[in-house]
Nanobody
Framework: VQLQASGGGLVQAGGSLRLSCASS????????MGWFRQAPGKERKFVAG????????RYEDSVKDRFTISRDNAKNTVYLQMDSLKPEDTAVYYC?????????????????WGQGTQVTVSS
């Protein structure tokens, strides 16, 4: 199963970006999906997650009310809508899949990772 992330780029503070992550898996709807980010010199951290059906979501506190995770199981794709971006959101963003339908926030809880997409927010 491959995960292909896209949609990163350079944006000014206050702007928006939409990340996408397409999965080649046949059981996409049974997998919770997560977005993580890693800034230079820092650990990879959880940003947002969504359950297999899309009914349940979780967010890291600093992105609540600014980021929205969603999924389209018919297209095997998960999205991260990022609004009101701040310079501290600058990082490489990774999508990841779990083997179960419920969301967890640890990197060790995800077994399959996309290649990452760079998001840079200028001040």
């Amino acid at each position: 199963v491959q995960l292909q992330a896209s949609g990163g780029g350079l944006v000014q503070a206050g702007g928006s970006l939409r990340l996408s992550c397409a999965s080649s898996g046949r059981t996409f709807s049974t997998n919770a999906m997560g977005w993580f980010r890693q800034a230079p010199g820092k650990e990879r951290k959880f940003v947002a997650g969504i359950s297999g059906s899309g009914a349940s979501t979780r967010y890291e506190d600093s992105v609540k009310d600014r980021f929205t995770i969603s999924r389209d199981n018919a297209k095997n794709t998960v999205y991260l809508q990022m609004d009101s971006l701040k310079p501290e959101d600058t990082a490489v963003y990774y999508c990841a899949a779990r083997g179960q339908w419920w969301v967890l926030v640890g990197t060790k809880d995800y077994y399959n990772w996309g290649q990452g997409t760079q998001v840079t927010v200028s001040s």
